[in-house]
């Protein structure tokens, strides 16, 4: 019975191991990592906290686009997501990066986590 039981269970995990890896490469398929085109930060300013989004506890992350040119300078930010009490500042913090140059402009995806523990 015992050997019964330890085969019904090996199966089990191993039916188990082989569902967990088809679904690890069909994550690993669906979504990328890292992009081939994705560009270096070489300089980040972090945000100015808002003061009064600190009072109202407002926390979040705000993600944005951000237009970079190729010698790296960020031209534009818009905020795609996230609190509008906080986009602002990580809008303007963003516009100061500096990235890698590359041979054309390009559009970065951006986010900015904050935390009161900041």
């Known amino acids: 019975m015992h ?3 330890s085969s ?8 188990r191991l082989i569902q967990a890896a088809a679904l690890t490469l069909l994550l690993t398929m669906a979504i990328p990592g890292r992009a081939a085109g ?22 979040g992350v705000v993600r944005l686009e951000a237009t970079v040119d190729p010698s790296g300078k960020v031209t534009a930010v ?19 990066w500096k990235y890698a140059p590359a041979d054309a402009a390009s559009t970065e995806e951006v986010s900015v986590n904050f935390s009161l523990g900041q």
Do not use: W
């Open 3 to 5: 050997t019964f039981v």
């Open 8 to 15: 019904i269970m090996i199966r089990r995990s191993g039916t």
């Open 38 to 59: 994705e560009r270096a930060v070489k300089t980040r300013v972090s945000p100015v906290y808002p003061e009064l989004a600190k009072r109202m506890r407002i926390t």
């Open 78 to 96: 818009k905020a795609v997501s996230g609190s509008q009490a906080l986009a602002p500042a990580a809008q303007d913090a963003v516009s100061k």
